[in-house]
């Protein structure tokens, strides 16, 4: 009897044991893995508003019945029909008031406020993650803290699809390790990037308020490195302008003709040959507010 408690003990310690390490294992894990946490808080909120729009849109719930305004010369806009009468649209800048038809699927139009064409800006600002860089010739690597991302985008739309933008920005992460030979050390230092990107969008047309839209993007790059921990790694401050390429993907909602907001996943490439790194690969999601004019 004594036996199969002692048994019994031992199989719960080892048990107590193996669970302490696995939540251990699961803390280090999370607590090293920063594109995970990342990803993790840019997924929470992207599903709580998104989730909370679609809720209240009745152009994707139906709970609002969407009519159409047409106008004399030919203008078309879409609209709830509990807004129908909330002003007095004598329709003077479209030849007149206009006639209220109910939409339907087989009725498409080219859907307002969305305006197709004209100049615009585009200011958006978000989190950025840079991914580990090795650098002179693989004999240090450098890791770098969670940081921000700002941009303003000045364009000029052409048409419903097409759209062409120059976009400055603004990158700034803190240095948090630099390892060398399999040895790391805790530094002080930052990684700021300033990019000056040419960007040609596609925006996908849709019949409601939602646009989804998708770019490329070429250009050079402002870029400052500073560490002070090691004189033989160029401790200091070192400059440099490079190649810079991107990529975005995002979606935007219109809150009337001239004005809407979104959010924008980017990736960005820097060829950082000028300061002894690999490419320097940058991550970033933004809110982004569109004024058109």
């Known amino acids: 009897m004594n036996m199969n408690i002692k048994n019994k003990v031992i199989q ?3 048990n107590s044991s193996y669970w302490d390490f696995s939540k251990r294992g699961v803390r280090v894990f999370w607590e090293k893995n920063l594109l995970l946490k990342f990803g993790v808080l840019c997924f929470t909120f992207l599903w709580f508003v998104v989730s909370n729009v679609f809720a209240n849109d009745p152009t ?14 030919g203008t078309k806009v879409l609209l709830k029909s509990s807004e129908v009468g909330t002003t007095n649209d004598n329709g003077a ?20 406020p969305i305006a197709s064409e004209g100049f615009y800006f585009a200011p958006a600002i978000g989190g950025a993650v840079v991914q580990d ?5 693989g004999d240090v690597s450098f890791s ?9 985008s000045i364009g000029y739309r052409l048409n419903e699809w097409f759209s062409l933008e120059f976009a400055p920005g603004f990158i ?12 790391q ?28 839209f998708l770019g490329l993007g070429v250009g050079g790059v402002y870029t400052s490195q500073s560490n002070n921990a090691f004189s033989y790694y160029s401790s200091g401050t070192t400059t440099a302008w490079n190649f810079c390429y991107s990529a975005l993907a995002g979606v935007q909602y219109h ?7 979104g959010f924008i996943y980017k990736f960005t490439g820097v060829n950082q040959s000028g300061l002894n790194y690999d490419d320097v690969l940058t991550q970033s999601v933004q809110a982004n507010a569109t004024f058109r004019f």
């Open 172 to 183: 700034y992460n803190s240095l948090q390790t630099i390892t060398i030979q399999g040895s």
């Open 185 to 212: 050390y805790n530094v002080d230092g930052e990684l700021i990037q300033v990019p000056l990107l040419i960007n040609p969008i596609l925006t996908i047309p849709t019949d409601s308020k939602w646009e989804p």
């Open 255 to 261: 809150l009337e003709q001239d004005i809407s907001f």
């Open 12 to 14: 719960l310690t080892l």
């Open 133 to 137: 860089v090795n650098g002179y010739g």
């Open 144 to 152: 770098f803290n969670p940081g921000v991302r700002c941009d303003l």
């Open 93 to 112: 800048a479209y030849g007149g008031p206009p006639k209220i038809m109910p939409y339907t699927n087989g009725n498409k139009v080219e859907v307002e």
């Open 60 to 73: 994707l719930t139906g709970n609002d019945p969407l009519v159409i305004k047409v106008y004399p010369d």
